[in-house]
């Protein structure tokens, strides 16, 4: 039986609240495997603000224990019962209960359902792949919620108005930033930490830097109108502000909640401006759209500002570095190379 890494998180818990709680790197057999049409060799995995969560023991994410984590991974396959896979086929799984309810990516090998897997791109490595991963793919998705909804780079413009994207120095944000600045929209981003990020933020082709203390506070329920569409990845009075200030028939795409998971808002923004919020959910998005976000993806997302915003970690740091994840001292992405 075959032998392979992963990190494990026990827990017991009693009426939903957690006792006790390890996280951590263990040698394990495919025994431990659950069911699954196709087994994968995994590269890399990424460390998300859902990973650290759970490795951190935060209630909520583990739906299981033992449960390895991690919300995404990259992978060639290795044994598929699914006719849809082949040996040696190159895939990414975002969200779709790995790291949840099913074992997860930060492993060397997984086995799951192949109903959600993603061919990689061609012009994307492996690498790449997982550093997008699945905050990448929820940027990627907020932005094709705006094009959906009629949010353009040129009408942005023309109105003298921008897209608004917070959490901005994280995963999520970073990408949707340098995607939105490709497209051609002008970029607010805002911040906890104007000072340290304002030079990376300009290079993924920020405009603006905005400090998050502007959108952080109670504020009116409606408001000074700034924004043709906003993607927000923190929620609660910075989500409710965002939401004041878009303009006439503007979107608004909802994709976190490091802030927190409360709105306090009115529903003034969308029966007196037409304000449209959209939901983002990476985890249970269809085929469909799965395949519609990696496609832009691979030429959306400049190669170069991807690599700027990576920083590779291996296996047994992840653990550790899932509390710096959650503090919010983490820029861009967190690459994990499982087998390092």
């Not at 492996?126 to 040129?154: C, D, K, P």
């Not at 405009?207 to 502007?214: G, K, L, P, V």
């Amino acid at each position: 039986m075959t032998e392979f890494r992963a990190i494990v998180i026990e827990q017991e818990t009693e009426s939903g609240r957690i006792l006790a709680h390890t996280a951590e790197v263990r040698r394990l057999t495919d025994a431990l495997l659950m069911p699954g049409a196709v087994t994968i060799a995994v590269e890399y995995s990424g460390l998300n603000f859902k990973d650290g969560l759970a490795i951190a023991g935060r209630p909520g994410v583990a739906r299981i224990s033992p449960l390895i984590p991690g919300i995404d991974l990259v992978g060639t396959v290795e044994l598929s019962d699914d006719p849809r896979w082949s040996p040696g086929d190159r895939v990414v799984l975002n969200g779709s209960g790995i790291g949840e309810r099913h074992h997860g990516g930060l492993a060397e090998r997984a086995r799951v359902d192949g109903a959600a897997l993603v061919r990689v791109p061609d012009a994307l490595t492996s690498e790449q792949a997982a550093a997008i991963g699945t905050a990448g793919f929820t940027a990627m998705l907020a932005v094709l919620a705006l094009e959906r909804n009629g949010v353009t780079a040129a009408t942005t413009k023309d109105a003298g108005l921008s897209i608004l994207v917070t959490g901005a120095a994280g995963g999520v944000g970073s990408v949707a930033v340098a995607i939105l600045a490709k497209l051609g929209y002008p970029v607010t981003a805002s911040t906890g930490r104007r000072v340290e990020e304002s030079a990376y933020l300009e290079r993924l082709g920020a405009s603006t830097i905005i400090d998050r203390a502007e959108l952080s506070d109670p504020g009116k329920p409606l408001q000074s109108q700034r924004w043709s569409g906003v993607v927000d990845a923190v929620g609660s009075h910075t989500l409710a502000n965002a939401l004041a200030q878009t303009v006439y028939g503007g979107t608004v795409a909802a994709c976190g909640l490091a802030q927190g998971s409360d709105l306090p808002a009115t529903v003034l923004p969308f029966i007196l401006r037409a304000v449209t919020l959209v939901g983002i959910n990476s985890v249970d998005a269809p085929l469909a759209q799965r395949e519609a976000a990696w496609a832009r993806l691979a030429t959306d997302l400049d190669p170069a500002l991807l690599a700027e915003m990576t920083t590779s970690i291996p296996l047994a740091d992840a653990v550790p570095m899932s509390a710096e994840i959650l503090a919010g001292h983490v820029r861009g992405r967190t690459l994990v190379d499982v087998r390092a």
